[in-house]
């Protein structure tokens, strides 16, 4: 069975959410998907800039090392080894959700499908609230070919296309993509590169068999690699941005022995990610399907961040994630006029850890973090790092700068066995009942090590955690669960269905080994998040209008918050009862072959549960979530000549007021953030040659992706720009 997508009319498309072919109205769950040719239009080059065309999806890029994905306010983005996702990434059918190896670009894509609401029996107990498809486009009969090359402003370059051959046995294709730019935020510092720099390449190559028309093999290698420079973690209270905002240039400095304590000698990103798949689908029988699905994946990340976001050699730390993860699927399906059913196994396994080494000098941490010497400070608004002579000072001038380092690190090796079964029961043509259950089976093993060695000026470890002298301590706990769902489709029309769906979600427990007391690492047995899932909606056309319209409540016990310690460290622990009121709907209205209009929106009233047994968390919006999201727009596609074309789309989204941490801090937020896109051009001989200019946020909105983050457990937050306007032209050409 392929997964390729077939488009039936003008507003139906075939997907395999449900790992059957459907139609997607025909699908009765709430979904949304975006083709290769919608990307295309509205100008999305990578998840971050998808997220604005879906609702209740936003994707937060703060670095390729540290995406997050949001699905109705739930966000997975935890680096540590020991947590598992919440929003499951599946690429050509296996998980990849492991945060530090989730990235990669978007590039030759077939489609993307963003499914909402605890889908277990489809995706896995790691899609506790939804799940996002990338499915690449497979090898197929014929050659073909296709180049686009962009330059716009920030020097910025992208090259990327596909070249396709083979027939109707064998097929191959190879796609790839390069991106290139100049960072935009300028930063002070001789010795490092200005902030946010992209210089990222990913590669794909496949290969399909096809030796009869019962069956289909699928053999794709991806390879995944950024050299970016630093992350632009800006101070409101130290150095130049305290004096002239965090939109200005910047003093990140870094630690002088960056190579030798923190990995690389400058900030920035190190990233290479390895993955290969193979699927195999077979129909053997009349109404019958086996289809396995293997994947393989491996990552190897350093990312070298300044994070007291000054000139000072104070907070000045590397994350080292590596890790594997591995999967297996076998899948049975069925299906006649009166029945359908898919039954089978999988087992996934993932190994990883992440390091997280410091370098600091000790007199500046002491001054910057306790204020010892009171009136020397510890940035002045010129980037003059005062605290500097707190050594000096300390020691009667016996010695200037004592250097200090230390490391903790965090391991987990996790294990999944688990069995799924769904049945679709129709028993006539307007109504399908169907129940899923996945019966799982986990192992979880955690390790943590540490060397924090007492400092020379302090005489105890600068940052809060115990030295275990580099020695690492294990802890092993085993789970089980059945997770159900069960949904009801009715069809008013051949194009207009009703729908019904109740499901349970589960993020697994927490096996959270950390060393905050004693030379032996504390373990903390954090108990699985559960969530109910009750959602009711509309879906299909009508006319020249088609969409969605869709309502939810989400029910959560245990609900996991990650929360950033005195010290920069993290940890996971139960924020109590929450609950999620939400409705999304899509709209398009086709009113000619060349022009349609668009637009979508999401509402979500969520939080945690407002009772005095959820402690200081009661009450609190989730983080990262927008009550309000809505997109608009029209593409315009229209012929001038027999040959020639001309394309137009401008879009508007917006995002009302969002927290970036819990407990909620209207210092660490950013207010409503309104953003207008424009992609547009010509194309001719008969869609051979295009140009294209574009433009992303055309007003130049000044907003912030993220606050924050490790300086924040230091007293000193920091605030990440977003994106400037950016723009330029666009050369495609097709064979």
Known sequence: MSSDAIELDANSIVVTAQKVKQRAVDVPITMSVESQERIRQLGVTNLGDLSNYVPGLNVQVQSANNPGFVIRGITSDSGSAQQSP????????????????????????????????????????????????????????????????????????????????????LAVRIAGQWIKRDGYVKNLAPDQEDLYAQDQLGLRASLRYTPTSDFTADLIFTYDRERNSGTPFLSKALGSTAADGVYGAAYLGGSPLSGTVLGADKLGLTRDVYDVNFTASW???????????????DFDAVEVFDADGSAAWYLEFAERAKGWEASHEGRFTYSDNHWRASFGWNYFIEDSYQNVPFSTEEGTYLQCTLNIIPGLGCVAADNTVTAGLTTY???????????????????????????????????????????????????????????????????????????????????????????????????LT??????????????????????????????????????????????????????????????????????????????????????????????EARFADWLRAFGNFGFISGGVDDKTSNGVYAGNQFRLQPKWQWAAGFM???????????FLTPSVTYRSK??????????????????????????????????????????????????????????????????????????????
């Open 86 to 169: 919440r929003v499951t990434l599946y690429y050509n059918g296996v998980d990849i959700s492991r945060s530090r190896g989730a990235y990669q670009g978007i590039y030759d894509m077939e489609r993307i499908e963003v499914v909402k609401g605890p889908q277990a029996t489809l995706f896995g107990t790691a899609a506790t609230i939804g799940a996002i498809s990338l499915i690449s486009a497979k090898p197929e009969p014929g050659v073909s070919a296709e180049l686009t090359g962009s330059y716009g402003n920030y020097d910025a370059y992208n090259v990327e296309g596909h070249v396709n051959a083979g027939n109707d046995v």
């Open 393 to 491: 000072l300390a020691t009667g001038g016996l010695a200037t700068a004592i250097p200090y380092s230390s490391w903790f690190e965090n391991k987990g090796r996790n294990q999944t066995w688990s069995m799924f079964g769904d049945t679709t029961w129709k028993p006539d043509a307007s109504l399908e009942l169907t129940a899923g259950l996945r019966v799982l089976i986990e192992k979880r093993r955690s390790g943590f090590g540490a060397y924090q060695p007492n400092s020379v000026l302090g005489g105890v470890a600068l940052l809060p955690l115990v030295n275990t002298g580099g020695n690492f301590f294990y802890a092993d706990r085993s789970y089980a669960a059945v997770l159900p769902r069960f949904n009801v489709l009715y069809h």
């Open 636 to 646: 315009l596609n229209t012929p001038v000549t027999e040959n020639t074309r001309v």
């Open 283 to 297: 129909d053997f029988a009349d109404g019958w399907n086996f289809t396995t699905v293997n994947g393989y994946r």
């Open 658 to 735: 969002i927290y970036f941490e819990l407990p909620n801090s209207e210092p660490i937020s950013q207010d409503a953030v309104t953003l207008v896109n424009l992609r547009g051009g010509v194309s001719f001989a008969n869609d051979r040659f295009e140009v294209a200019g574009y433009a992303r946020n055309l007003t130049d909105k000044r907003y912030l992706l993220d606050a924050g983050n490790t300086g924040g457990g230091f007293g000193y937050p920091t605030f990440i720009p977003a994106d400037p306007r950016t723009y330029g032209i666009e050369l495609t050409a097709r064979y």
């Open 494 to 587: 051949p194009n207009v269905n009703l729908y019904a769906t109740v499901s349970e979600g589960r993020r697994s427990p927490v096996v959270q080994l950390s060393a905050a007391a004693g030379p032996v690492a504390t373990l903390d047995l954090i108990p699985a998040e559960k969530v109910w899932n009750y959602e009711a909606g509309i879906k299909g056309s009508v006319g020249i209008l088609s969409g969605s319209l869709g309502v939810y409540y989400d029910d959560y016990s245990n609900f996991q918050v990650t929360v950033i310690d005195d010290g920069g460290t993290s940890h996971t622990e139960s924020a109590g009862s929450a609950s999620n009121f939400g409705v999304e709907g899509e709209i």
